[in-house]
């Protein structure tokens, strides 16, 4: 069994394409790895491209890709590699 035959997508993923009415993506993201939001959060148009995206919906994904990262706050391991506040 090849790898990406083993990969779900994380249900965040699912959610976020049917979001988008993007579920007829849903085979190709998964085929193509892209089955977890930090890797779809990842997606560059030719990755996009390249799992056969309609150009019209790679600039809507691009637009709700850039909306997300937008709201994300960064991972808490990220967080404590921070400088240290000033009080300190």
């Known amino acids: 069994m090849r790898a990406a035959e083993a990969c779900q997508l994380d249900e965040e993923v699912v959610q976020f394409l049917e979001k ?5 993506y849903s085979e ?16 560059e148009r030719e990755h996009m491209r390249t799992i056969g995206m309609l150009p019209g919906h ?5 637009w709700a ?21 000033a009080d300190q």
Do not use: H, W
């Open 20 to 24: 988008l009415s993007f579920s007829i």
């Open 28 to 43: 190709a993201f998964r085929a193509s790895g892209f089955d977890t939001m930090v890797s779809v959060l990842g997606m």
């Open 58 to 62: 790679v600039v809507k994904l691009e």
């Open 65 to 85: 890709i850039g909306q997300v990262r937008t709201r994300r706050t960064p991972l808490p391991a990220m967080q404590s590699l921070a400088a240290p506040p």
